[in-house]
């Protein structure tokens, strides 16, 4: 009797086990990503990282003449405009002086702009289901103030992942041949301001940047995307054929979220990039030229920049380098969202951005 009561007991424990195996088999199957799952992420992230790479090439010139236009001297002037400047440049660099830091950028921009457009998906996949579930209307869609909150999650969670290679790639576009000091690179560059000025360092002008991100990336991806939806739905013009945009149409209304966005961010763009020269001892160097500064960049912090700003240069300097930034933006947004949609087609992935 005591043997068949231990092997009912021994069988007993031995079913359960099989069945705790073949649950944890199934709950693991539940869980586990499909390998086509895996494949459309792998294949979103890689348009959104050839889209910015693409795109912030096609327009480095002006993105270096940009930021030595928000962080020079305004006692000692080198750069009085677009032209000008372009020129300057050429000049005295030549050729390789106007791509000077795009490899950084980048270096940066690849995979922030990966990040930017997979996380602006899936956070509007995740909005659209919240707001359905809210109005109880399953054919519900997104609309522009959906987008903009879909777009600024995404601009903040891409910008904060890449922060520390934008602090580093401004400071390599402002030095020149002529700077004291030089930073030969990337590495180069996170390494000694670590070893210099401490890991917090790499996140000055953090604050700012958010700001910016929220109302930039957010109208970006809201003006294209409403922008998109307006056309598919009124027709106007004939631009449209068969419910699909042209790339030149799409091309155009990536220059209009481009415009709207950067408009409204970029005193908050310029105050950044004045705090991430705060702590640099060359700074004031680099950015004259010629080591003759008589105004030391010094901010305690975001306010700090922009009563100083203002209260020294007028508020006009909240907008220096915005000619050439809006001649960059409009290429540049276009290039990106279109190049992001051809790729994503090329890939054979869905190739409207949100659903």
């Keep these: 009797m005591a043997s068949e009561d231990v092997k009912a007991a021994r069988d ?35 348009a959104g990282g050839v889209a910015g790479g693409v795109s912030r090439t096609a327009v480095a010139p002006l993105e270096r003449l940009k930021i ?16 000008q400047g372009l020129k300057y440049i050429w000049r005295t660099e030549g050729f390789k002086g106007l791509f000077k830091g795009n490899g950084t950028n980048c270096a940066r921009i690849v995979p922030n702009s990966a990040v930017k457009f997979f996380s602006y998906e899936q ?28 777009g600024a999650c995404a601009g ?26 030089q930073y030969r690179g990337m590495f180069h560059a996170l390494s000694t301001v670590l070893r210099e000025e401490g890991p917090r360092a790499l996140y000055k002008g953090w604050t700012p940047s958010v700001i910016g991100v929220i109302p930039y990336v957010g ?38 979220a481009g415009t709207v966005g950067q408009t409204v961010a970029y005193p908050l763009d310029v105050i950044r990039r004045r705090m991430q020269m705060v702590g640099w001892s060359h ?8 080591g003759r500064s008589k105004a030391p960049l010094e901010y305690t912090g975001m306010i700090d920049a922009f009563r100083k700003t203002v209260k020294y240069e007028g508020v006009r300097a909240l907008y220096k380098g915005l000619v050439p930034n809006s001649v960059k933006v409009v290429p540049s947004i276009s290039i990106a969202f279109v190049a992001y949609e051809q790729v994503k087609d090329l890939l054979g992935v869905e190739i409207r951005i949100s659903d």
């Design 156 to 181: 903040i969670i891409a910008m904060s992942a890449t922060y520390p290679m934008d602090m580093v790639r401004g400071r390599l576009t402002v030095q020149t041949e002529n700077s004291p000091y």
């Design 68 to 83: 030595l236009l928000q962080v020079q001297n305004p006692h000692n002037i080198k750069y009085n405009g677009t032209i």
């Design 12 to 46: 007993s424990a031995v079913e359960k086990i099989v069945n705790l195996a073949e649950e944890a088999k199934l709950a693991r199957e539940e869980i586990k990503p499909t390998s086509h799952a895996v494949l459309s992420i792998c294949k979103s992230l890689v």
């Design 283 to 290: 700074a004031a160097s680099i950015v004259t030229g010629d």
């Design 219 to 256: 109208l970006n991806f809201a003006v294209y995307e409403s922008l998109k939806d307006w056309l598919v739905k009124t027709k106007p013009f004939g631009l449209v054929d068969n419910s699909e945009l042209g790339v030149v149409t799409r091309l155009a209304c990536g220059a209009a």
């Design 123 to 150: 956070a509007s996949k995740g909005i659209l289901y919240l707001y359905r579930q809210q109005t109880g209307n399953e054919d519900a869609q997104l609309t522009p103030l959906l987008r903009l909150g879909a």
